[in-house]
């Protein structure tokens, strides 16, 4: 006889959990238990909503389900921000939240939430275990619904007399992973495709993806001569340097790029959904029928055909689809590849930061050095706001598992992720980017990383405003500013007090020297960057913005 928190944590090991984030919870109090004497650890956190950005780190760095554990109510709540997260980013993650009683339901007992209700929409699959003999198969299931098809979350409501019951349940056994692999009728169709080809185009995007299947990835690249970008917050899916690589499908696009997609004949789609921001509000690609041939590869059904209609349809995972084509080689010397240098020479062009701007510091000469400074194998997290584009435009990404991002957009990401991302890899260096508005969502969870003697470095670019939407707010409504104005902390002084290590940057050359201090100094750093408001892009000012010069 076993109880309902001893089985949850026994499956969970049964399918390789090496770690959990949570937020404690007398609702869940059997499954803490049950952790004690477990070989997973626990990593308490210090607001749901970063402990569920950590969960989905993990999964998106490794492809296996981030698991989080928050109490009900509030908890459960405030974890929503994560799942929307991990369900538009396709990002494996199993959110386990604490209920009520069972005899309390339907009643508005303390801190009840419908949870099927509440994440109906941002969940691929809400369930309430009601039998604890029951967790065996529920939780394998969760495993096999988060992975399968297009990733995604699963929310598992646990009731908390179910959790102390006692009973007699199966012994967990691992779920199976489902493999979608390409035919030889798609894989041929799409030989011929680019073989009559003029302008064919590569965007590589979604998850399923790893290292080897990235490596296979530049091999068919070589072989082909193909142009190649990554989808939005995609980029660590194809060495930057590389001379296929043609640049970021993102918010801001190279116009160059923009015009090399827009003009192509034949573009392959691999592993993306290509939504809204990559596409340029459906413009590059335009829905419901592109003017190019599309070959879209996923790995769910379900997206063949959703938004666009696809020449070709091709039902498989990255990693399964780039094994077989990689066995199929062009005939003869394609006939762009003069064209693909060009790309390759124009993205080295536009990753290239201005050296120069408003205020006495500046981001490019900064982007410059830590181009310098990071290893190859850094691992890089934001969030959501200007002060990202920074890093998407400048940073070359040279190997997978080196960015953590969302691509749904969500601000205060980067903190947590960072956290998550240096207890999965302890031994790499791990830097958060995050704006002054967007540290402050998440920022808490500082102290998750001081606890732990998690060295990660926040680079905090201070400009005193929700930047992002002050620049449209300039531009639509100029000079009537409501909303955008921030007044910070002493970020340096703030990182001392949870214990950890802090810089201030208050002009361009102090920022090397800063960076390599919080480096040495062993522990969580903050680096606090004082950025003139003016430098809202790097290619124009507020003023300009406002003006419209």
Known sequence: ??????????????????????????????????????????????QEGGAAMMADCQGRLTGKPGICFVTRGPGATNASAGIHIAMQDSVPLILFIGQVASHAKEREAFQEVDYKRFFGDIAKWVVEIDDAARIPEFVTRAFAVATSGRPGPVVISLPEDMLTSEVEAPNALPHTPVETRPGEAELDALKMLLSSAKRPFVILGGTRWDAEAVALMRTIAEAWSLPVGCSFRRQMLFDHLHPSYAGDVGIGINPKLAAAIKQADVVLLIGGRMGEMPSSDYTLLKSPYPDQALVHVHADAGELGRVYRPTLAINASPSAFVEAFAKRGPVGTPSWADETAKLHAAYLEWSTP???????????????????????????TNGA???????????????FATQAAPTS??????????????????????????GDGCFLMNGQEFATAAQYGLPIIVVVVNNGIYGTIRMHQEREYPNRVV??????????????????????????EDFATAFERARASGKPAIVEIRLDPEAITPTRTLTQIRDKS
Not at 361 to 376: H, R
Not at 386 to 396: D, E, G, L, P
């Open 1 to 46: 006889m076993k109880t309902g928190g001893q089985l949850i944590v026994e499956a969970l090991e049964a399918n390789g959990t090496d770690r959990i984030f949570c937020v404690p919870g007398e609702s869940y109090l059997a499954v803490l238990d049950a952790l004690h004497d477990s070989s997973i650890r626990t990593i308490v956190c210090r």
């Open 354 to 380: 201005p050296q120069s701007g408003p205020g006495a510091v500046q981001m490019g000469p900064i982007m410059n050095y830590l181009e310098k400074a990071l290893p190859e194998d850094a691992i890089l």
């Open 385 to 399: 706001g200007n002060y990202a584009t920074w890093v998407h435009r400048f940073h070359r990404f040279r190997r």
């Open 409 to 434: 957009g969500s601000m205060g990401y980067g903190t947590p992720a960072a956290v998550a991302a240096k207890a999965l890899f302890p031994d790499r260096t791990v830097v958060a980017f995050a």
């Open 483 to 508: 909303a955008t104005d921030l007044k910070n902390p002493d970020f340096a002084a703030l990182a001392r007090a949870y214990g950890g290590h802090g810089e201030t940057v208050e002009k361009t």
